[in-house]
């Protein structure tokens, strides 16, 4: 019989969760609401190639964080479709923050601008020159930024019900105050039961 | 505390929803991720039908100009492409550290093309030539620029621009523009008469070759002490300036303008001089109607050549989006809102022609006559 504690995420992730979730949300805002007011979008576009650019790097960084640190496993009394949709959603948040900024990259390799990071930081581009790609790029990058947006609210409301309905160290596991106490003290709680009967633990993603 | 794991489990079904309090909760949700959704849908503009966005401005040209062209620009839609190169005398060093500026030769691409959204436009007496040029160092650091041959710009931003093609846009009656709307523009725009007035004053080129182009837009120009100058700039022709005349127009090629300048490059190459006007305390820098003083200090910083002319074809001037906020470092905008305007229409502009079938340009370059 094993027991598995409750334990946070590890610091590090959690931090980078929540630097990107601010990052992420506030590119979101900018790329729609630079297309939508011709008054604000240089500003908001200057803003937008390089924090792209960082969500990448971020996301990268994420990634292997996440090999080398896994996150804690979900709660054992969590329905089977439940963990699905806990797995599914956060895959698709993963390629969506993959995607999204190398799409982006790669529609202006296709159109031919330059990658302007900051003043002479540009980047190379990894597209060859071609219009109809660009096109198709283009809507790419729009399509995939929506469905990135929706998974996300989906996401958020998913850990409201964590938090608010469920009540269980899903939400907790993810915050600075959360389950910093019981992380040492956690054998004999209430889900080392549910293990105990043999619930695979699948992991939990951030 | 211990939990069996029917009770663990428990908390995940439906009744676990109708305890006490778990309504309220669960509309607290549902209420957190619709005002999220409805931020959203406010930055996005779907909330705010009079927003004007890209998409918006740029079906207004296509309205203007009997629909959308397949393929071609929505504004300057007729053009050729050209290139040359730019040689810089040293002269900009003090003023920007852009690449571009230190003493040698950079390899330039560009457009010329008439104002307006006609793919197949007959050249005519008052047609407003444009130059966009592409300078290219090796290393990086791009500078592009539009231009256009008349001294000012008629509206100061965005929504005079959107408004001043509908108001502008001749009656099909009567082949003028419908007196009201114009009366109604003009008094949502006053920058629009006086500008207009400077522009008719000023005499138009008889071609590309000896037209001068200006920028028009305020810049910034950053040097490497960090130092800011307001500038704005234009291309000076080399070729003396002949005004355009009357017997030009009747002219039975249709493409005239053109056909003259690919002949004129087919002679010698044509050049301009790059001249930078120094803006002082008090020029106005955010709108592009008001000139500024003549006496304003000039600098000339390098000459471009145009040695080659080649009709529009896939992966030349055709599929570049010749924006004005593609600058290097040491070149930045100034607050004249129509640079952001023209950014984002030229965006959605070539984000719709890039995804159409193309069809040749009305302008076709003679085998063997490009240079």
Redesign the interface.
């Known amino acids: 019989m094993t027991m598995t504690p409750h334990r946070p995420f590890p610091i590090f992730s959690r931090i980078l969760h929540w630097t990107m979730a601010v990052l992420v949300l506030a590119m979101l805002f900018i790329g729609i609401g630079m297309v939508s007011s011709v008054s604000a979008y240089h500003q908001l576009v200057a803003i937008h190639k390089p924090l792209g650019i960082l969500v990448l790097v971020l996301v990268a960084i994420r990634l292997v964080n996440r090999l080398i640190n896994p996150p804690p496993p979900l709660p054992e009394g969590m329905p089977q479709w439940q963990r699905f949709a806990a797995l599914g959603s956060h895959v698709l948040l993963y390629v969506l923050m993959f995607a999204v900024p190398i799409v982006g990259w790669a529609m202006l390799s296709a159109a031919r601008y330059p990658v302007v990071l900051y003043g002479a930081l540009q980047l190379p581009p990894i597209m060859p020159q071609n219009p109809a790609l660009f096109a198709v790029l283009r809507e790419t990058h729009t399509v995939l930024a929506l469905l990135l947006f929706a998974t996300f609210l989906a996401h958020l409301g998913a850990a409201l019900m964590h938090a608010l309905i469920f009540r269980d160290d899903v939400f907790p596991s993810m915050t600075f105050w959360g389950l910093r106490d019981r992380a040492g003290t956690a054998s004999g709680d209430r889900d080392s039961a549910a293990h105990a009967s043999g619930t695979p633990a699948l992991v939990k993603s951030e | 505390?211990?939990?069996?794991?029917a009770a663990?489990?428990?908390?995940?079904?439906l009744p676990?929803?109708s305890g006490r309090g778990?309504l309220a909760?669960?509309a607290?949700?549902?209420a957190?991720?619709l005002a999220?959704?409805l931020?959203?849908a406010y930055?996005?503009?779907w909330l705010s039908p009079g927003?004007?966005?890209?998409?918006r401005?740029v079906d207004r040209f296509e309205q203007v100009n009997g629909g959308a062209h397949a393929g071609f620009r929505r504004n300057h839609a007729k053009g050729v492409c050209i290139a040359g190169g730019f040689d810089s005398n040293g002269q900009g060093v003090r003023l920007s550290k852009a690449v571009v500026f230190t003493p040698g030769r950079v390899p330039v691409t560009g457009r010329f093309s008439l104002a307006g959204g006609q793919p197949h436009v007959a050249d005519g007496p008052t047609a407003v030539l444009a130059m966009a040029l592409r300078l290219r160092p090796p290393a990086?650091?791009?500078w592009r620029m539009a231009m256009i041959d008349i001294p000012v710009f008629l509206v100061r931003?965005?929504e005079g621009l959107y408004e001043q093609l509908l108001a502008t846009q001749p009656d099909p009656a009567t082949g003028q523009p419908d007196p009201a709307k114009m009366a109604a523009f003009t008094a949502n725009h006053p920058e629009f008469l006086p500008a207009m007035q400077l522009v008719k004053s000023t005499p138009l080129p008889s071609g590309f070759a000896n037209a001068t182009f200006n920028g028009l837009n305020a810049f910034r120009f950053v040097n490497a002490s960090g130092a800011v100058t307001p500038v704005r700039w234009s291309m000076a022709a080399s070729d003396p300036f002949t005004p355009e005349t009357p017997e030009q127009a009747k002219n039975p090629d249709k493409n005239y303008l053109f056909d003259d300048f690919i002949a004129r490059v087919a002679r010698r190459p044509v050049q301009w001089h790059l001249l930078v006007t120094i803006g002082q305390p008090g020029d106005v820098t955010s709108d592009p109607t008001i000139p500024w003083p003549a006496e304003r200090e000039r600098v000339d910083v390098g000459t471009l050549t145009i040695n080659h002319v080649e009709t529009e074809a896939?992966?030349n001037c055709r599929?570049?989006?010749f924006?004005p906020?593609?600058l290097?470092?040491g070149i930045e905008?100034s607050d004249d809102?129509i640079?952001?305007?023209r950014?984002?229409?030229y965006?959605?502009s070539?984000?719709r022609r890039?995804?159409?079938k193309k069809t040749p340009s009305a302008v076709q370059v003679p085998v063997g006559k490009g240079s």
């Open positions: 505390m211990a939990e069996d794991p663990s489990s428990q908390r995940y079904r676990s929803l778990a909760r669960l607290a949700i549902g957190s991720v999220i959704a931020c959203f930055v996005g503009g927003r004007l966005g890209e998409a401005f990086g650091q791009e931003n965005g896939p992966g599929d570049i989006n924006d906020l593609v290097p470092a905008p809102p640079l952001s305007a950014s984002a229409t965006s959605q070539f984000t890039e995804g159409e």
